[in-house]
């Protein structure tokens, strides 16, 4: 049981009774750095956290109902307990904590934001998040403005969508924010980088669209059309293969980027797909060999292979190795197309033909993501 602080709300002296962090723990030194703060002043901060922690799970459960959430104040030396009841609150600063009385009980704001989950499902916002602020004691609903505005400023009239959701909520604790933040994942779709499909490994070619639909191009004998993929999560929309090699893949959540994956990790840009002259240089990335540059042999090029015949293909003197299937190839910016096949490798050199990335977009209506 948490007995640290017995009469005021000061965590930091007596909460000291755990085992101090080594001075070069990494975990220590990167908090140091990202907080400001000396090492010794961030394990005092963490001994306060973690009793916190304890103190947090005992109070919820004595306060029931009438708890309306917690939090640690700036400097982490003391923690905030709200509740709704106002004979609560002594109780509270006996524990060492120190009490707010407010409106709306955590279980209720928890409640309204399950309200803007399920409303969410039939009303579309664009880019929003909801979420409960214990502090505030409010749910928050931000929604993108380019200039965004102080933090809780009133609701937007009429009958936007965030508006309608506001109104799904059936609340007064909601309240509608302007927000600059534009929330998205970090998850990007990067030319040059592997997927699976199965224990097969392939790699994204470039990246698309699909109206609003993020993915990628790659090779069509990467996988049928509805195989799932994984690393990223996605799932082949279209695939031909033989008679062309070439396939897209549907990745909802992630965010298409322009870029393909240069000499040692570094971005390269795509502006466009311009199609290389015969004789122009031209660089593949794939990640069982990394990035390799050559030039443009002949475009047009029929390849028979033992699962059948492919056309329209452009060869190239760039080597590549298993793997490396569906990777970039690129010229001076310009997209180029998909690695399908070849001879040879990077030991000893060989040939490497790619299936035009403008055939691809044309077939299955994509949009190349360009910057």
Same mark, same amino acid.
């Given at each position: 049981?948490?007995?640290?602080?017995?009469?005021?709300?000061?965590?930091?002296?007596?909460?000291?009774?755990?085992?101090? #962090?080594?001075?070069?723990?990494?975990?220590?030194?990167?908090?140091?750095?990202?907080?400001?703060? *000396?090492?010794?002043?961030?394990?005092?901060?963490?001994?306060?956290?973690? #009793?916190?922690?304890?103190?947090?799970?005992?109070?919820?459960?004595?306060?029931?109902? *009438? =708890?309306? &959430? %917690?939090?640690?104040?700036?400097?982490?030396?003391?923690?905030?307990?709200?509740?709704?009841?106002?004979?609560?609150?002594?109780?509270?600063?006996?524990?060492?904590?120190?009490?707010?009385?407010?409106?709306?009980?955590?279980?209720?704001?928890?409640?309204?934001?399950?309200?803007?989950?399920?409303?969410?499902?039939?009303?579309?916002?664009?880019?929003?998040?909801?979420?409960?602020?214990?502090?505030?004691?409010?749910?928050?609903?931000?929604?993108? *403005?380019?200039?965004?505005?102080?933090?809780? &400023?009133?609701?937007?009239?009429?009958?936007?969508?965030?508006?309608?959701?506001?109104?799904?909520?059936?609340?007064?604790?909601?309240?509608?924010?302007?927000?600059?933040?534009?929330?998205?994942?970090?998850?990007?779709?990067?030319? &040059?980088?592997?997927?699976?499909?199965? %224990?097969?490994?392939?790699?994204?070619?470039? %990246?698309? +669209?699909?109206?609003?639909?993020?993915?990628?191009?790659?090779?069509? #004998?990467?996988?049928?059309?509805?195989?799932?993929?994984?690393?990223?999560?996605?799932?082949?929309?279209?695939?031909?293969?033989?008679?062309?090699?070439?396939?897209?893949?549907?990745?909802?959540?992630?965010?298409?980027?322009?870029?393909?994956?240069?000499?040692?990790?570094?971005?390269?840009?795509?502006?466009?797909?311009?199609?290389?002259?015969? /004789?122009?240089?031209?660089?593949?990335?794939?990640?069982?060999?990394?990035?390799?540059?050559?030039?443009?042999?002949?475009?047009?090029?029929?390849?028979?292979?033992?699962? /059948?015949?492919?056309?329209?293909? +452009?060869?190239?003197?760039?080597?590549?190795?298993?793997?490396?299937?569906?990777?970039?190839?690129?010229?001076?910016?310009?997209?180029?197309?998909?690695?399908?096949?070849? *001879? /040879?490798?990077?030991?000893?050199?060989?040939?490497? =033909?790619?299936?035009?990335?403008?055939?691809?977009?044309?077939?299955?209506?994509?949009?190349?993501?360009?910057?």
């Amino acid at each position: 049981m948490f007995r640290c602080a017995v009469a005021g709300i000061t965590l930091v002296a007596a909460c000291l009774a755990t085992p101090a #962090h080594a001075a070069s723990d990494p975990v220590i030194e990167a908090l140091s750095r990202d907080l400001g703060l *000396s090492e010794p002043a961030v394990v005092t901060r963490l001994a306060n956290e973690r #009793h916190a922690a304890a103190l947090e799970a005992e109070l919820a459960t004595s306060l029931g109902d *009438s =708890y309306g &959430g %917690s939090w640690l104040t700036e400097d982490a030396s003391a923690l905030v307990v709200a509740t709704t009841d106002p004979d609560r609150t002594a109780a509270i600063s006996a524990r060492g904590a120190r009490p707010v009385v407010v409106r709306h009980s955590l279980s209720e704001l928890d409640a309204v934001v399950r309200r803007l989950d399920q409303a969410a499902r039939r009303i579309r916002t664009g880019p929003a998040l909801w979420y409960a602020d214990v502090r505030a004691n409010r749910v928050v609903l931000q929604v993108p *403005s380019p200039s965004g505005s102080s933090p809780y &400023g009133s609701s937007p009239a009429g009958s936007s969508p965030a508006a309608a959701l506001a109104a799904a909520a059936r609340s007064a604790a909601v309240v509608v924010a302007p927000s600059a933040e534009l929330p998205r994942t970090y998850a990007d779709i990067i030319g &040059g980088d592997p997927f699976y499909v199965g %224990s097969m490994r392939c790699t994204i070619g470039f %990246s698309v +669209t699909k109206g609003s639909i993020p993915g990628f191009v790659t090779a069509g #004998h990467c996988g049928h059309t509805g195989d799932l993929v994984k690393s990223p999560a996605g799932t082949f929309q279209g695939s031909s293969f033989p008679g062309n090699d070439y396939a897209w893949v549907a990745t909802p959540g992630y965010t298409a980027q322009p870029y393909v994956r240069g000499p040692g990790g570094t971005l390269v840009t795509v502006r466009g797909s311009v199609q290389a002259t015969v /004789g122009a240089s031209v660089c593949r990335g794939g990640p069982t060999t990394g990035w390799h540059c050559g030039t443009v042999q002949q475009h047009n090029a029929t390849v028979t292979y033992a699962q /059948g015949t492919v056309y329209g293909l +452009t060869r190239t003197n760039v080597c590549a190795e298993p793997g490396d299937s569906g990777g970039p190839f690129i010229s001076g910016g310009q997209a180029q197309g998909v690695t399908v096949g070849g *001879s /040879g490798n990077c030991s000893t050199g060989g040939t490497t =033909y790619f299936q035009p990335v403008n055939e691809i977009l044309s077939a299955y209506g994509l949009t190349l993501r360009t910057a």
